[in-house]
């Protein structure tokens, strides 16, 4: 069975950067997409970056496009989100996911981790 698990969430002051780590155990081909959704509070779990791990394609939402990015270490089963240009409003719980192709884990993925808290204060 597929298990995600997030770390490196945390508080952080506008305008500077964290690194969120996604460590994925049991990878199948159900699982060949990586990506990253957030829930700010009070709203919807929104997406914000996915990447397969047998290429170089990168996708991302409008929102953090230049000041976001999604990598992976193959040899380590971990996919990154680099956050940089932090802003208030990119606080929210932030979810590790995963799903067979991009189209998929982008609407429905079938594997999440359990959520990584970032708390960005102005």
């Known amino acids: 069975q597929v298990q995600l698990v997030e770390s490196g969430g945390g508080l952080v002051q506008a305008g500077g950067s964290l690194r969120l780590s996604c460590a994925a155990s049991?990878?199948?081909?159900?699982?060949?997409?990586m990506a990253w959704f957030r829930q700010p509070p009070g709203k919807e779990r929104d997406f914000v970056a996915a990447?397969?791990?047998?290429?170089?394609?990168?996708y991302y939402a409008d929102s953090v496009k230049g000041r976001f990015t999604i990598s992976r270490d193959n040899a380590k089963d971990t996919v990154y989100l680099q956050m940089n240009s932090l802003k208030p409003e990119d606080t929210a719980v932030y979810y590790c996911?995963?799903?067979?192709?991009?189209?998929?884990?982008?609407?429905?993925?079938?594997?999440w981790g359990q959520g990584t808290q970032v708390t960005v204060s102005s």
């Open positions: 990447m397969p791990w047998n290429s170089g394609e990168t």
């Open positions: 049991g990878r199948t081909s159900s699982t060949n997409v």
């Open positions: 996911a995963a799903g067979p192709t991009i189209m998929r884990v982008r609407t429905s993925p079938n594997t």
